[in-house]
């Protein structure tokens, strides 16, 4: 046993690194050029945030590992020699709420500000906003904490008589305990009206942790919702949607003239934008121009990239068609499984979760089976399912900021990702990670019981006042199925058609 803990804690040690080190190459790889050997502290709080999810999503199979460890121990006090996964939970969330609510908008502030400013200027405006955005949120959770840090736990009080310790024990379907009559156990016999309501006082770390989960739970809820479909589906149909053919050289002639017509409308559009916000006039026009122009940015982007794959140049041409048509077969492999994953969390979803009782434990029993084959392999898919689910997340961000205009978008493209756009995705990223975690310990609740993440996320926070009746009721299981429901129907009727080309860009007056 002490062996097999002192093994997991350099599994843990070891991925951290590996977490970190990944994390440093995204960061090099994504960020803009414009960004290089500059906005070091926005780099680091990129990293370190990346690298915080990443953890927190790992320490679920890590606590199951750890819960694990001392099962076959001989005496009682074994388990106290396993990890502290309590503490490390709270410690982990703590960390995401204090860079979520803190950090990170400091680091957007800070980059975001004016270039002309000093550096002193800079960070005492960021520092204005993320201080009074720290009173705002200590006075919230003060007064919330005082009023409803409570967690009410519905508990019956039960009591039997006492009888001779019997020579042998027979039990059956009509007598479950020893004895008969008045000394039938009072479990079976007590009436609705031996419930009582035991309350307590919920910590003040379970308490911010509950919170934040949460706010994390409705944009879960929304964005994971629609990506659990988007992101498989979205897949395939780009392989549907896919160019069959090179065009000819004058329709890329045709087609590129038109492109640099729209380009000149948006650097016009973006010169005027910048004129007013040098005059001051920044109100609620000119942020609905800024994300109109962006928007439209984005997707001229999309639209260049299509005609060069359409139109491969260069000595290497078809070399570059080549790997077209393969990346769009990987594409379509990707989405095909993709929605077998996204098939397998909705259906666990509505007969685990929905269902009272449950149907069926469906994907615990998976994991389970996969453990008695190899130790890891339960537990690696485990934690693929909870990182697919925040691949949903990003997928439905992304999707709905194309498609509503009070969602900003932050796209994260291969060496031209800004580092305000890397911060918006990081803190994404992180609030939904603590959504993820208590999602994924509550649907597999068979596999993970007994762990600490199911007494935090399990137990403590569906019992909190105000908070429980969220979880009693389904709300957030209930939004995400009918979410993902329409996002397909959606996909069905206008996935498969190609875009049609946008016309001339305005702004609005």
Known sequence: MGDFNLALVVVAIVVCILVFLFNIYLLI???????????????????????IAAISILMLPADVANRQACRHAIYNGACNLTLPMKQLWLAI???????????????????????????????????????????????????????????DFTVRHLSSATTSFPNSFDFNIG???????????????????????????????????????????????IFGGVGIACLPLGLIFSFIRRPKAVI???????????????????KKAADALHQEERSGAKGRKWRKNVKAVEKELLLLEDDVKALEEMYPQGEKAETAWAMTVLGYLAKLILGVLGLIVSVAWVAHIV?????????????????????????????????????????????????????????????????????????????????CSISVIQFCA????????????????????????????????????????????????????????????????????
């Open 93 to 151: 969330y703590i960390v995401d709420a204090v860079l979520v609510f803190f950090v990170i908008p400091f680091a957007m502030f800070y980059y975001e500000g004016d270039q002309d400013k000093t550096i002193g200027k800079r960070i005492k405006s960021a520092m204005c906003w993320v201080v009074t955005t720290a009173i705002v949120c200590a006075l919230l959770l003060g007064i919330l904490y005082g009023l409803a840090g409570k967690a």
């Open 248 to 266: 000819t050289r004058s329709q890329y002639i045709k087609e590129a003239t038109e492109l640099g017509k729209k380009a000149k409308e948006l």
């Open 442 to 509: 509550t649907a597999f609740a068979y596999y993970a019981q007994a762990t600490a993440a199911q007494e935090i996320f399990g137990h403590n926070l569906q019992s909190l006042r105000g908070i429980k009746y969220l979880y009693k009721y389904n709300v957030f299981q209930i939004g995400f199925i009918v979410l993902a429901g329409l996002t397909f129907v959606y996909y069905a009727a206008f996935g498969w058609r190609r875009k049609k080309p946008s016309g001339r860009f305005q702004l609005s007056s």
């Open 351 to 431: 007969i685990y979760l929905l269902i009272d009782p449950p149907f069926s434990s469906f994907l615990n029993e998976v994991f389970i089976k996969l453990d008695d084959i190899w130790g890891l392999l339960g537990t690696a898919a485990f934690a693929f399912f909870c990182f697919y689910l925040l691949l949903a997340v990003i997928a439905g961000a992304m999707m709905l900021g194309l498609k509503l205009v009070f969602v900003t978008i932050h796209p994260m493209k291969w060496g031209s990702t800004l580092m305000n756009s890397f911060l918006f995705n990081v803190g994404l990223i992180l609030l």
């Open 29 to 51: 790889n994504y960020q803009h050029p414009d960004d290089a050997n500059q906005a070091y502290f926005p780099k680091f709080v990129v990293v370190f945030g990346l690298s």
């Open 175 to 221: 007598q479950q305990c020893i004895g008969n009559g008045a000394r039938q156990c009072s479990a079976y016999s007590a009436n609705a009206s031996s419930e009582t309501t035991w309350t307590m006082r919920a910590t003040f770390p379970e308490y911010v942790v509950a919170l934040a989960t949460i706010v994390g739970s409705v944009l879960f809820t």
